[in-house]
């Protein structure tokens, strides 16, 4: 393979690239090779990797970006915005291109070249659904009709969408996806993947559910006691039995059970059974962890399901998923709204104890970048702006308009940010010890409690005087975090805002006294000191800029 240097590369690739050679920690892999693993504790969750919680600062590459020859300019982009884990696909056509003849050249040079650039690796199976399509499809399934079996709509037209109920279909997908896993296993011992995404935005566009003749006599059956037991609904006699094996019936139909969501809870059922037996023969092979991703619809006001994807994670049929795809690990919220009353929601519903909260795609438009300190807030597992590369295409308008280094900036602050201190704040997350918040237009101040204290975080204020009415910033950018480390000593950190603690109820009368505020990085684990604020620098609060600073505060009252 021809090395391609920098100077090869357009001139921002080449810019950020060495922005990023100069800027971004090496990763200090650790000696410690265990599977990565998902790990639950009093309704929370981790995921380990190599023994240790570990934060995903992560980035999608765009959908036609994981060729081998595209990747040069892939990589300055993953650089510049310090990001320690890369998304990329793997294409079911390229992996497959003749019936039972696996090339895997592509995966391999994905995980070499994941290695060289420290950084580890989500493979993102594209395969019977990529948003709901079947366009990833091998040549040879697309061009014979028996192969590629299409959903029907109820008037008999075709949808560009597969049919869940096909079973040559479903074997040919497991085969393709259990030689995949079988030879990361073989072929990863350092475990440089450490996910896997199972098809992508599975689910319909334009129609609520398939009415193939399969799909008509399973509607026509008892609703799966599994599924009924999931959402709640326990008729007399129903046999329940094992949530795993959705073959167990009851003897309630789908209509008399759901009534008007039906037909979208029957083809969750479908799409879910599908991908979930997907997921349980690749995890037979290679067991790491495995998640299917979701595209939203509004959390808040849902409207009717012609609005969304149907058959996919969405909210209201997580318990289904839940039930019909044991083998995934969790369910993922693709975010493309930048309200942000809608994508706390989203946060909060994605974020259960049966389910942990991953954000695998965020828009990259800059107004996103905020959302990473509320994701830190309800304990995710990682974060992943999309469309992180430099091959000039965007998918504007759900993300930028262009990916230079003005737009990757914010991301960038982030994740320079937070790098050096990532184990720490994963396992402190882990233990419910993270706060964090984003700015909320027409919102400019917004508070939090955390270890008997109220911290308040305003916007928009300047560095020096008190600023009792904070403005806001101009477009809401600012965003920060607080952790517990011990009694009354939190660590802190922000940007575009100021944060301020604020003694509660439990002390009238008393004010708070910032008895140390320290300035430093984290070292292989360890803060180190670099120096002292006060003075200026705290008698009006704490403040975050454009500066990446981390402080390890100690608060008192008086």
Known sequence: MRKTTIRSLPRFARLIGLVGLLAAPATAWATDHSLPRLVHKDGRHALLIDGAPYLILGAQVNNSSAWPAVLPQVWPAIKAIHANTVEMPVYWEQFEPKPGAFDYSVVDTLVAQSCKNDVHLILLWFATWKNGSPHYMPLW?????????????????????????????????????????????????????????????????????????????????????PILAAMGKKPAGANIGNVGNVGNVSNVGWKEAFGKDADEFFHAWAVARYVGEVAAAGKAEYPLPLYANAALRDPISPGPVVNWESGGPTDDVLPIWKAAAPALDLLAPDIYMDDYTKVDKVMELYRRPDNPLLIPEISNAPQYARFFFLALGHETLGFSPFGIDVTNYVNFPLGAKKTNEETLAPFALNYQLVGPMMRELARLGFEGKVKGVAEKKGTPAQSLEIGGWKVNVSYGLPQFGFGDKPPGNAEPVGGAFVAQLDDNQFLVAGVHCRVDFQTTGAAPKKQRDYLRVEEGTYESGKFKFRRLWNGDQTDWGLNFTSEPQILRVVVGTY
């Open 141 to 225: 399934m697309k061009q014979d009709p028996k192969k590629l079996v299409r959903m029907l709509r109820a008037d008999g037209r075709p949808v560009d969408s597969a049919s869940p109920f096909s079973s040559e279909m479903l074997e040919a997908d497991k085969r393709a996806f259990v030689a995949l896993m079988r030879h990361l296993k073989k072929t990863d011992p350092q475990h440089t993947v450490i996910l896997v995404q199972v098809e992508n935005e599975s689910g319909t566009w334009g129609a609520v559910r398939d009415y193939s003749p399969a799909a008509v006599k399973a509607f026509d059956a008892p609703v799966p006691a």
